[in-house]
């Protein structure tokens, strides 16, 4: 490792942790290396998990042994609460075990209409705005404003069985509410983090009178009282259903009292109400915005690859009906999960643009690591961007967008990588995301409706590349992109 900086430690950047990036320069010029110890500003400390079997340690064998640092959970909790993304220990344990019926395969198969939905309803208004307006060339869309809307919708849904409309009512109050939340933070916010983390209790920075507080502290309010009344009329509905079964009544209830997540969560009994509101708000937050950018992500790298972006359209011609010409048709889990080239595309680019990048954990105790001391308070990084394009691990051509290297025999899981922590989008392990089956089905109903009808073309295809990192890290820009209909379809 590099001389470091009293100042910057081995970065350059005066922020908390280190780009993927660099992670993967490192891993590269330090190939048999299992960690990586390396330093932030300030001389902070961090190790980079970076071999399988350091992995396998930090996120199965020993994942209590770690818990998210006290920077994260205070970040967070102010926006999820206490739901699965953030509890720890045996409370993690107790609330996994309940949500796990809810994101089952089982369950989630049943979802796949309502995500094949939304996106025929996105898909459908694109085209009508681009019939609307005028005849020229340059009909640019924006697809992070459309895939943030209709994941939103989409995953409401599907956890709540309530749909926002945020698609046909983008300025609804819930929607607002939701988009100043879920800001990024301005450089001025974020340095004042900074030096509050050094100086002072992190709590101390979310009490002071900024106005990025206050917009957070109002958002959170708003939309936990929404969540908070869904919790109790889903409640009511439900042990309404379980009166009128006993009492053989004719009355019926919407399919969707059956297969959202809540319904899953409260028929468990396990979670209090505002445990249950905890799980909306992080349902919202982590599953929203990953598959948003991970959308977002797709149209980049198709607009990049005409030639991907065509066999794909031909596979989704050939094997789905249109949502405009066929609106009733009926979408199975197992129709879309049949698809090997739309898999593969959605695979690779949850491979090679992870929507959330880099994630750190804490020793929550004395522990071990592939035989190395780890002192409890040390700070770990796991860098899905670097172990997804490592070439110890991929091969040589880990730095190249090929959903190829999915398709084939014994390859629609792996990518051709010889062990499964080569991909870390979804991490594993008991902290592994809940939702990966639930993300994976959404994305790729949307990435097919939008292939199936468009062509797509980025609007300044030589520009150089920027992102945005919030939540997730997705193009600055959102994906200007041009949208011509392709007939036939």
């Known amino acids: 490792m590099q001389e470091r900086s009293w100042i910057k430690g081995n970065t350059q950047s005066l922020f908390i942790e280190s780009p993927g990036s660099r992670c993967l320069r490192w891993m590269q010029e330090m190939p048999d290396a299992e960690l990586i110890r390396y330093y932030l500003v300030g001389n902070m400390e961090r190790v980079l998990v970076v071999s399988p079997k350091a992995l396998s340690e930090v996120l199965v064998l020993k994942s209590y042994d770690f818990r998210k640092p006290d920077l994260a959970r205070f970040s967070l909790k102010r926006i999820t609460g206490n739901g699965i993304l953030l509890a720890e220990g045996d409370e993690h344990k107790r609330q996994r075990k309940n949500l796990m019926p809810a994101f089952a395969y089982r369950h989630i198969k049943n979802l796949y209409p309502v995500f094949w939905a939304k996106a025929a309803e996105m898909v459908q208004m694109i085209g009508d705005e681009l019939r609307g307006e005028s005849t020229s060339e340059d009909k640019t869309i924006i697809a992070g404003d459309w895939a943030s809307r209709a994941t939103l919708d989409a995953i409401s849904i599907a956890s709540m069985g309530r749909d926002f409309d945020t698609l046909r009512d983008p300025d609804n109050e819930l929607n607002n509410h939701y988009r100043r939340l879920l800001m990024e933070p301005s450089v001025a916010v974020r340095i004042l983090f900074l030096v509050a983390m050094f100086l002072v209790d992190l709590r101390f920075f979310q009490m002071l009178p900024l106005k990025r507080n206050r917009e957070i502290k109002e958002a959170s309010v708003y939309i936990r009282t929404v969540a908070r009344q869904l919790v109790r009329e889903k409640k009511e509905r439900l042990e309404k259903k379980t009166r009128d079964a006993n009492s053989n009544s004719t009355d019926t209830v919407t399919a969707s009292d059956d297969i959202d997540i809540m319904s899953v969560a409260l028929t468990s009994g396990g979670f209090s ?208 992109a041009k949208f011509k209909v392709v007939e036939g379809w």
């Open 273 to 480: 109400e505002e445990n249950l509101v905890d799980q909306m708000m992080t349902f919202l937050a982590a599953g929203h915005e990953t598959t948003a950018s991970a959308f977002q992500w797709v149209v980049y790298a198709l607009c990049k690859h005409p030639e991907i972006q065509s066999r794909l359209r031909d596979e989704i011609r050939a094997n789905l009906p249109s949502p405009s010409a066929s609106p009733e048709a009926t979408i199975s889990a197992s129709i879309i999960d049949s698809l090997p080239y739309l898999n593969a595309v959605c695979n690779e680019t949850l491979r090679f643009y992870p929507s959330v990048p880099l994630t750190v954990r804490e020793a929550a105790r004395d522990t071990t690591i592939v035989g190395q001391h780890i002192p409890k308070g040390s700070i770990l990084v796991l860098a899905p961007e670097a172990t997804n394009r490592s070439k110890e691990l991929w091969g040589p051509d880990a730095d190249k967008f090929d959903p190829e290297r999915w398709m084939g025999p014994g390859r629609a899981n792996t990518g051709g990588a010889d062990t499964n922590y080569a991909f870390l989008s979804f991490l594993h392990g008991p902290r592994g995301c809940i939702g990966q089956g639930f993300a994976k089905g959404e994305l790729a109903c949307m990435v097919a409706v939008t292939v199936g009808r468009f062509e797509m073309e980025l609007k300044h295809p030589d520009a150089e590349l920027k992102t945005r990192r919030g939540v997730t890290v997705s193009p600055i820009d959102g994906v200007e």
